[in-house]
């Protein structure tokens, strides 16, 4: 249900984001693990990166396939449980071979965690391990791509930047047109 009419006035953001949908559904529609590509979506808040990676995720778990679809605060939390595993008696490292066997990973939110070594280390294990085994990955964050590549280091963002399809929304924040529109 993802409505390109908040994006009409400007016809740039228009034909990017009618580009940006295309793009998204004929992914979720010729899905498949060995040869889907990962995807970064950048742009602000409100542009619809949510909305259209969890229409992705919807199509593809009714497809049957194994979908994985995460915050980046809570994909790190698990990883943070899994480190002190011993000491705590929870079992998290089932969730955390997910993160990294699932048919497709989302990443939401990229940019919002709080970036340590530790969370760096997590963050450079997961996209490698994937990329590696050749599994896709969609990485959706409100940072721009110059944000992206000052926040995180070079191993992250060379492979993100090389390896993922970008795919950049623009525009207004919906959720705030749809306020004014009442």
Known sequence: NFDLDYYRGNERVYMNM???YNTMKAYAENFHPSSSPNLALFG???????HLSTAVAKVLIE?????????AIGMLSDFELYRFEDSSGIESGYERERYMNCDLLIIDDLGTEVCNQFTLSCLYNVINTRGISQRPTIISTNLLQKEFMDRYNERITSRVIGEYMPLV???NDVRKQKVIKG
């Open 18 to 20: 009618k580009y940006v």
């Open 44 to 50: 602000g808040t409100g542009l619809g990166k949510t």
């Open 63 to 71: 497809k049957g396939w194994d979908v994985i679809y995460t915050g």
């Open 169 to 171: 929304f623009t525009g």
